[in-house]
């Protein structure tokens, strides 16, 4: 599956973007996905992930009640919806599809878009 990620973009703390990612391929259904976020000089770090019918969610403890990940099968289109944005919230964002569910390490996952850059000023 080919991911194309969109949506990053400027915003003042605690403004909200919404983040999506848009998969090429009849299988997106079939697929775990996340996202994941790389800011300058750090690793990738795991943000959420969301089941194959969007029942299930896991979201790391920073972006708690803050971040909304959601998909739409029929549009092989994931989102991330994120409000209260902070400006440690900035850095590359990366859609990825995986077939662990839930996974939270990047190593569990096979297929990733180009990434999406947000950046919060303060």
């Known amino acids: 599956v080919q991911l194309q990620a969109s949506g990053g973009g400027l915003v003042q703390a605690g403004g909200s973007l919404r983040l999506s990612c848009a998969a090429a391929?009849?299988?997106?259904?079939?697929?775990?996905m996340a996202w994941f976020r790389q800011a300058p000089g750090k690793e990738r770090e795991f943000v959420a992930s969301?089941?194959?019918?969007?029942?299930?969610?896991r979201y790391t403890d920073s972006v708690k009640g803050r971040f909304t990940i959601s998909r739409d099968n029929a549009k092989n289109t994931l989102y991330l919806q994120m409000n209260s944005l902070k400006p440690e919230d900035t850095a590359n964002y990366y859609c990825?599809?995986?077939?662990?569910?839930?996974?939270?390490?990047?190593?569990?996952?096979?297929?990733w878009g180009q990434g999406t850059q947000v950046t919060v000023s303060s």
């Open positions: 990825a599809a995986g077939t662990f569910y839930l996974a939270t390490r990047r190593r569990d996952y096979d297929y």
């Open positions: 391929g009849r299988t997106f259904s079939t697929y775990l």
């Open positions: 969301i089941a194959w019918n969007n029942a299930s969610t």
